[in-house]
């Protein structure tokens, strides 16, 4: 998730995890660790050896909590790769959470890069959502009733009035359905961070929660995610589809929506398992403020509108 963590010094990273990183041949003989910023479900190490430059990504045991299949993830990843648009895979030990990558050199992105990459960002998505299918799906309503389970089987806290704000997703869930085009592979988790530019291409990195989904899903949940302004959507999609679309412009628009409504409880449970040092209900909270502001706008129900009427 977001690159908030304090990182630890090298003789920290090997005390807390060098045994673990000796578990991997390649891995053993290393010159060099540091810590990555980004990753608030996983600690991401930079490992130097004579064979090469990794990234070993080391995840907590609360991971499933969150819908997260490492399993899944380290299949996923080795399908991106073999797209051609994220890092090789060498090394997974099931159970231990590791999964060792290669390490892209690169410009990683904040907000800003992404605003001003967007023609380039969409011919990466579409390389990416032209692989074979991923080894599960995404969905979040699926997810979203699962995160709300936990919350509450856990007494974690839950925002005034979400639960209220349901009879939108139930009728946001109709409308998409009944224009539904089918799943591709996706992401589901584009933050900035997770575009990495080497000058000739963006690599596309982290796939936590990456899943067969609609691809609106990624597009609209990729704008929210850098805080863009409305147009940028439009320009995203645009590219993406390679013409004006107004019906996948309100289909990203209202997934991006529903995906704070559903990210809004990812926070809560972070909030009380994680032990990080990172308050993620106030970072839940800035989510939950944008669907209380969207659901019901006279902006949603246009796009709802935009979408039953605009499908090809």
Not at 266 to 295: H, N
């Amino acid at each position: 998730m977001y690159p908030f963590v304090m990182s630890l010094s090298a003789t920290q990273l090997e005390h807390s995890f060098g045994a673990l990183l000796n578990r991997v041949p390649r891995l053993r003989n290393r010159s060099e660790i540091s810590e990555l910023s980004g990753g608030l479900t996983n600690r991401n190490l930079k490992v130097t050896t004579e064979s090469g430059i990794y990234v070993a990504r080391i995840s907590s045991n609360e991971s499933n909590l969150l819908s997260i299949d490492r399993e899944a993830e380290y299949r996923n990843s080795i399908i991106a790769a073999e797209a051609g648009v994220a890092a090789p895979v060498y090394d997974y030990l099931p159970g231990a959470g590791l999964l060792v990558i290669g390490f892209l050199p690169g410009h990683t992105y904040d907000a800003e890069n992404v605003a001003a990459n967007l023609p380039r960002i969409a011919q990466s998505i579409r390389r990416l959502h032209q692989a074979k299918p991923f080894v599960r799906d995404f969905d979040m309503f699926e997810i979203q009733k699962g995160y709300l389970s936990i919350v509450k089987e856990r007494g974690f806290k839950i925002p005034d009035e979400y639960e209220d704000l349901a009879r939108y997703g139930d009728e946001l869930f109709k409308a998409l359905k009944a224009t539904d085009e089918g799943k591709v592979p996706c992401n589901n988790d584009l933050l900035a961070a997770n575009f990495i530019d080497d000058g000739a291409k963006i690599w596309l990195i982290d796939y936590e929660y990456s899943g067969n989904n609609d691809p609106c899903f990624e597009l609209g949940n990729l704008w929210a995610e850098s805080f863009l302004p409305i147009e940028s959507l439009r320009e995203l999609v645009t590219a993406y589809y390679g013409e004006d679309r107004p019906d996948k412009f309100a289909r990203a628009w209202l997934l991006s929506v529903y995906g704070k409504y559903g990210w809004t409880l990812w926070a809560s449970i972070q909030d009380g398992i994680s032990e990080l040092d990172f308050d993620f209900w106030t970072w839940g909270m800035k989510k939950y403020s944008d669907v209380l502001r969207d659901f019901g706008s006279d902006f949603y129900h246009e796009q709802l509108s935009s979408l039953r009427r605009n499908t090809h």
